[in-house]
């Protein structure tokens, strides 16, 4: 009988060396994602997004910071050929988004209530709810994304690759409007230690990315309660953009 138990044991231990030795760096990764980040309740980040546009390449400094509910982008951009800058400010409670623009002094409110639950999750999604980094999406679509570890400037990498864009959209029972979004290939680098996200690249039909951001910072904790207290100008035009939003996102 001992003997035996022992025998059991053995393979036992053997069998959990050879599922560890045969776990891919996919596996792995989405496990250590799923495991950090899905009770985290509070981020911040500062990102900065690059676009390539017509051989210029434009900068556009972002912070964002998310608790609970409530979400805050603040970004500015150069326009070309002024010397101005157009300043955003993107603020959510979890039922408005409220889009301030400096340069026309409007604020351009979307109703979150009014739009069905998958246009509610992707509009979300696009005002920064996960910084760019969902485990949730991650679990949907990991079947579709190629994970290697590599170095990059002395630094451990996860380098991901999803060039299957059609199969993640379907994946994520996206509206057909986001079909119309023209990138083919989307490449995310994240920290191997930390897990943060470093650099996401977006390819159209170029083999250059045509748009890509760098996380200089982000943080999941110490997030102040204040940093959502936004107020905008009272002189500021209000439009409720609601039913447009409704309606680009059906079509």
Not at 11 to 35: M, N, W
Not at 121 to 130: A, D, E, L, S
Request: aromatic share 8%; glycine share 4%.
């Amino acid at each position: 009988m001992r003997k035996a138990i022992l025998m059991l044991l053995g393979i036992y231990f053997v069998a959990g060396i050879v599922c560890a030795q045969t776990e891919s760096p996919r596996d792995i990764l989405i496990k250590r994602i799923t495991e950090k980040f899905q009770d985290v309740k509070e981020m911040s980040a500062v990102v900065e997004m690059n676009m390539s546009m017509m051989g210029v390449n434009m900068k556009m400094p972002v912070k964002m910071w998310m608790k609970g509910n409530l979400i805050r982008m603040d970004s500015s951009m150069s326009i070309p050929g002024t010397d101005k800058n157009m300043e955003q400010i993107t603020v959510s409670d979890g039922k408005t988004i409220s889009i301030y623009n400096s340069l026309n002094n409007t604020v351009m409110v979307i109703d979150l209530n009014k739009l069905p639950e998958d246009m509610r999750k992707m509009v979300m999604n696009q005002t920064g709810q996960h910084m760019g980094f969902d485990p949730e999406v991650f679990n949907k679509i990991k079947d579709l994304l190629k994970v290697e570890e590599k170095t990059r400037n002395n630094r451990k990498i996860y380098f991901i690759t999803a060039d299957n864009v059609d199969a993640i959209r379907a994946s994520l029972k996206m509206p057909p409007a986001a079909s119309q979004i023209p990138f083919k290939k989307l490449i995310y680098m994240i920290d191997y230690e930390t897990l943060f996200p470093i650099r996401v690249e977006v390819y159209t039909e170029s083999e250059t990315p045509g748009m890509w951001m760098d996380f200089i910072e982000m943080k999941i904790s110490g997030v102040p309660d204040a940093v959502f207290n936004v107020k905008f100008p009272e002189n500021a035009n209000k439009i409720d953009i609601t039913d447009s939003v409704k309606s680009s996102l059906s079509k």
